[in-house]
């Protein structure tokens, strides 16, 4: 069975930064990983991700340039996907989720992704 765990979420003021780590158990290096968010209410949001065989990233365009998604090749973490976010706003408050391995050829923001984490929640205040 294939486990994702997000960590690294918290509360931070507007203007700051908090880098989010997805451990999978399974090698991230070789499928596709994202990021997604969702606010309560509102519809699941794509995020950034890496497809596999790649490291060319995609984000949303509400967080390009402030977010960067990337890979660890560490033999030791090689199986972690991070989020670095800068520049927070209180608009990028959600819980954020970590997807592994794309199951569709669809468009990747829709979330067509066979395993999920349980989620690490980001609070920015103002």
């Known amino acids: 069975q294939v486990h994702v765990r997000e960590s690294g979420g918290g509360s931070v003021q507007a203007g700051g930064s908090l880098r989010l780590s997805c451990a999978a158990s399974?090698?991230?290096?070789?499928?596709?990983m994202a990021w997604f968010r969702q606010i309560p209410g509102k519809e699941r949001e794509g995020v950034a991700i890496?497809?596999?065989?790649?490291?060319?990233?995609?984000?949303?365009d509400s967080v390009k340039g402030r977010f960067t998604i990337s890979r660890d090749y560490n033999a030791e973490n090689r199986n972690t996907v991070y989020l670095q976010m800068n520049s927070l706003k209180p608009e990028d408050s959600a819980m954020y989720y970590c997807?592994?391995?794309?199951?569709?050829?669809?468009?990747?923001?829709?979330?067509?992704?066979?395993?999920w984490g349980q989620g690490t929640q980001v609070t920015v205040s103002s």
């Open positions: 997807a592994a391995e794309k199951t569709s050829t669809s468009n990747w923001v829709r979330g067509d992704f066979r395993y």
């Open positions: 399974l090698p991230t290096y070789l499928t596709s």
């Open positions: 890496l497809f596999s065989g790649g490291d060319r990233p995609y984000y949303a």
